[in-house]
């Protein structure tokens, strides 16, 4: 059964955030590229950090939050933070690896095309989108087909890497779906902190069953998943997170098409590959999508209450 719906609102605390998840999340790619670490080791990594610098506050304030979800029905909100957990796991476990095989351009705008995902799963849920929004992510996912273009006969590495992205945009929405349902009621801290948590332990069981190296590394690769761990993953996710209970999730994921733009130029700017001149023009049709999306925005239902602490994380 579909959730009760309201015309969403962005307030500026919520448009704050979005703004430092897009900067944030923009990094991810060429941080992953940068590394000098198996793939999947730097998903756990940045997932198991990421729980290290949550769980003491999360353990300490919201213990009482944590107990609902394990009785009555609070199982049900309990079990979407779960299902989350595995999806994300299932985004980083196909994306990450995509950013190592192709460029960094190529492997964010094809991740991009998550909102097609977003608006098909919206609909299965009885919330269909206006015709304006589904008209942005055409002119989006197109800009995206443009800018990635280049890979197909290029090299079967690089065609591996644009399928792996295209499945972790799929898992990608998936992820945000569970999560705008787990938002109804949960704090952000609470959220992240399970999510997270079984998103780590999945990758720790694929990387032990798969023979992926956990340890060993550089200080450079190191400092790199710091890095991730502190802008991608607490600042963007996170920021994503709690952006879930204020707006609906198709508009979170077409905001999240932003990081495209921002990993190419962080790509060129600090990994010098330099973008294509269609890849720019790919990037300009992405950012019109965006702008058709949150001009139809008002439209879409949403099914989420104002965030009763919205200071609280």
Known sequence: MPPPSHRPTLDPLTAGAVGLAVVAVSSSAPL???AAAPALAIAFWRNLLAVAVLSPFSLARRRAEFRRLTVGAGRREGLFCVLSGVALAG???TWVPSAQLTSVATSTALVATQPVWQGLI?????RPLPRVVWIGIAVAVGGAAVATGVDVGVSGRAVLGDVLALVGALFAAVY???GERARTSISTTTYTTICYGICALILL???LVGG?????FDGRTWLA???LVAGAQLLGHSMFNYALQKIPATTVSVLILLEAPGAALLGWAWLGQLPRPYALLGMALLLVGVAVVLGGRRSEPTALPADPTPLAD
């Open 212 to 216: 992926v190296r956990l340890t060993g």
């Open 225 to 227: 998943i710091l890095a």
């Open 91 to 93: 985004h980083f476990a």
């Open 122 to 126: 919206a609909r299965a849920q009885g």
């Open 32 to 34: 992953i590229a940068y």
């Open 176 to 178: 945000t779906a569970f």
């Open 205 to 207: 069981a694929i990387c």
